[in-house]
């Protein structure tokens, strides 16, 4: 017992470096990386006149400020959850997924197709149909650069880029030559029958006897939350999962333990395919009601923002995504009280957040998690004299 007692204290490191927290990679360094991506907003900001106190306190008010706001921010969220969680399932298998844009527009092409189709059809059956067609869509739209990378050896970042140009042509082509509106000179198809569009969140609160302003925000975002805790269960409570974060970790351990890198790989992107999909469901029969071009405006690349930020997390996620909902909704309606705060700098801004959460997110962590270590290793030291 005394020799175990012994190789305990050893082992806790009398002398040795203690180690680092959980939260402090969770929360810890992506609020740093928050707040130095702030400063230097406040810093652009004070050269152009204005005071970044002032300009940060409208942006916070008008967009959690008040239950209206509040509804435009969680619609913003919700397809950035979609998009965050299309980005951190190719993550965790060692893919970096930039085609978050293409799969979207994919799959509200998918979900579209169905708000045509379903006239007259009750709007439950109309969602359920949507959400389908969407996974579909955008699975397989994901799909195809996943068995490219597994089988011909092709670069995922570069084939799902040039997947987002490919989705853009045929999106235009069908919208300005197979679906248009008959007599329309705009590229979008006919509204859909308001009988299958998906209920807005004030509708289907009001259901219940509960009254909050009109929004945006529909059911699209409960659907959202959904995603979250499956992708969790899947991820980390069953096979499936497990194997898709060993090839990510080591794919040649994988290929030892009997995994197949090639199987995991096409599924991992169909399945963030399918998850990108599902911002045709918020927008397409959610807000738009219509296929129209450009109706992503650009989630899927915030959604690597968003993935990063939130550490590959369901939970993660979910705060990042509100965070970028909250620079959506706020930032939008800061350049219209102050002029000099146009759309432009408003996005400089969004891009600042990207850049430290994605290219610069390791700045601070070499530093934070020295200091961790010096601090646990002394509190070590001073046990095993005790």
């Given amino acids: 017992m005394a020799q175990d007692a012994a190789q305990g204290v050893t082992s806790r490191g009398f002398g040795r470096p203690g180690e680092v927290p959980g939260w402090v990679g969770y929360a810890l360094l992506p609020l740093l990386n928050l707040l130095a991506a702030l400063v230097l907003s406040g810093l652009v900001?004070?050269?152009?006149?204005?005071n970044p106190l002032d300009v940060l306190a409208l942006l916070v008010t008008e967009a959690v400020g008040y239950p209206e706001a509040i509804g435009y921010t969680l619609y913003y969220t919700t397809s950035y959850i979609f998009t965050g969680l299309a980005v951190a399932i190719a993550f965790h298998c060692g893919l970096f997924n930039i085609g978050g844009e293409g799969q979207a527009y994919l799959g509200g092409l998918g979900a579209g197709l169905v708000g045509l189709a379903l006239t007259g059809w009750p709007w439950p059956v109309a969602a359920l149909g949507a959400v389908?067609?969407?996974?579909?869509?955008?699975?397989?739209?994901?799909?195809?650069p996943g068995w490219l990378q597994a089988r011909r050896g092709s670069h995922i970042v570069i084939t799902t880029i040039m997947f987002n140009f490919i989705a853009a042509a045929i999106m235009t082509y069908l919208l300005?030559?197979?679906?248009?509106?008959p007599g329309s000179q705009s590229p979008e198809t006919r509204e859909f029958d308001p009988g299958v569009w998906l209920p807005t969140m004030d509708r289907a609160l009001g259901w219940i006897g509960v009254a909050?302003?009109?929004?945006p925000l529909n059911l699209s975002f409960l659907w959202a939350l959904a995603c979250c805790a499956l992708?969790?269960?899947?991820?980390?409570?069953?096979?499936?999962?497990?194997?898709?974060?060993?090839?990510?970790?080591?794919?040649?351990?994988?290929?030892?333990?009997?995994?197949?890198?090639?199987?995991?790989?096409?599924l991992a992107m169909a399945i963030s395919g399918a998850l990108a999909g599902f911002v045709g469901v918020n927008e397409i029969m959610g807000v738009q009601h219509r296929i129209l071009l450009n109706f992503t405006g650009g989630v899927g690349f915030v959604g690597i923002a968003v993935?990063?930020?939130?550490?590959?997390?369901?939970?993660?996620?979910i705060l990042a995504a509100l965070l970028f909902g909250v620079l959506a909704q706020g930032g939008g309606q800061v350049s219209f009280e102050y002029p000099t705060v146009n759309r432009?700098?408003?996005?400089?801004?969004?891009?600042?957040?990207?850049?430290?959460?994605?290219?610069?997110?390791?700045l601070f962590k070499p530093r934070v998690e020295a200091l961790f270590r010096r601090r646990g290793g002394g509190h070590d030291g001073g046990t095993a004299h005790g």
Avoid: K
């Fill in 231 to 266: 992708f969790y269960l899947f991820l980390w409570r069953t096979r499936w999962g497990y194997e898709i974060r060993t090839v990510g970790r080591n794919e040649r351990a994988a290929v030892y333990a009997g995994i197949s890198p090639a199987r995991n790989i096409i």
């Fill in 176 to 181: 300005v030559d197979v679906l248009i509106r």
């Fill in 45 to 50: 900001i004070l050269v152009i006149g204005e």
């Fill in 132 to 144: 389908a067609l969407s996974a579909l869509f955008g699975a397989a739209w994901g799909a195809v």
């Fill in 212 to 215: 909050i302003p009109a929004s």
């Fill in 307 to 317: 993935a990063l930020m939130g550490r590959n997390h369901p939970v993660g996620i």
């Fill in 344 to 362: 432009e700098l408003v996005m400089v801004i969004q891009g600042l957040v990207i850049l430290f959460a994605g290219a610069l997110e390791n």
